[in-house]
């Protein structure tokens, strides 16, 4: 057992790739130099009392209360629950939870606290943490059964597998992960916020994946990353349009891995462009906020931009030339380590 961990688990930028996760497709992501740190110490009394700083909110529960709570409380209590679920022998515990991710901007601030939250807690009682996959799906868990987001792995694999200057390519079905650089030479990718919040992005993401079940039954597949366009066409709407989107997404990302092996940035920015089409007509997450956003990027030079996350408002991403503007508070991203515990400099 050990008195007192921090752990620092980042946010995500997803290259393209997008509502691919749950459909058994593939990703690639990298994770971002912000996120969520977490410090836990022991307090040997078998309750839980943690304090959300950014928010001044607090909370505090008995190891075994899995009563339901809302916000960045059902995560505390989910990752404690989960936990203890896999058998971490937890002691107890006071959380100090700080970020540098703006909430509901589609960089995944809600994946990093979760993993964040559970690095902490195993780091408290001792435990060696389960492999990254493992670890992943047990965030996921809380995510799925705590707070209600019926969300993929790409958010927890991509803050658990993170490497600096590399993106993740992640196969969802067989949960196969590797890295590859992302050299852009003098390229930039920028985020530029749409001034949406998620506000109906739970609502809405769940509907999709709701109708891609639906899609797969219909299909008679387990995962929709196996059908073929002209099944699908075959389909009522907007099952169609869905399946549509995913096919041709996990085809993009292929073409993406292999115009970043050839160094073409051109047609990076082409891919990127073919994603949000993608997203707007026929997974249709966009809001007139998101386009306002896309569109800015593109007025300023932009080779290609996309919603990023689960849409519905939230960030979009460019890809900036050399030379090019940067529009009013677009912020560049650059890929990052991954999450792991902090020694004292933080590091």
Known sequence: MTECVRAFAPGRVNLIGEHTDYNGGLALPFAVRDGVTVIASA??????????????????????????????????????????????????????????????????????????????LIGIAGETPPDRVALAQICSRIENDWVGAQTGLLDQLASLFGQTDHATLIDFRSLEVRTLPLDLGEHRLVTLDSGERHSNAIGGYNQRRHECEAACRALGLRHLSE????????????????????????????????????????????????SHASLRDDYEVSTPAVEAAVEALRDAGALGARVIGGGFGGHVLGLMPPGAGTPEGALEVRPGPGARLLDGDGR
């Open 43 to 120: 307090s040997h009394d078998g309750r839980v009392v943690a304090e959300a700083h950014d928010l001044g909110e607090r909370d505090s529960f008995a190891l075994g209360d899995r009563a339901p709570a809302s916000g960045w409380r059902a995560f505390v209590r989910g990752a404690v629950a989960e936990l203890l679920t896999s058998e971490v022998p937890l002691p107890g515990a006071s959380l100090e939870i700080t970020g540098t991710l703006p909430r509901g901007s589609g960089l995944s601030s809600s994946a990093a606290l979760a993993v964040a939250l559970c690095l902490a």
């Open 227 to 274: 059908a073929d366009l002209s099944a699908a066409r075959a389909l009522s709407a907007p099952l169609d349009r869905r399946v549509r989107h995913v096919v041709s997404e996990n085809e993009r990302v292929l073409a993406t891995v292999d115009a970043l092996e050839r160094g073409d940035l051109v047609e990076l920015g082409r891919l990127l462009d073919a």
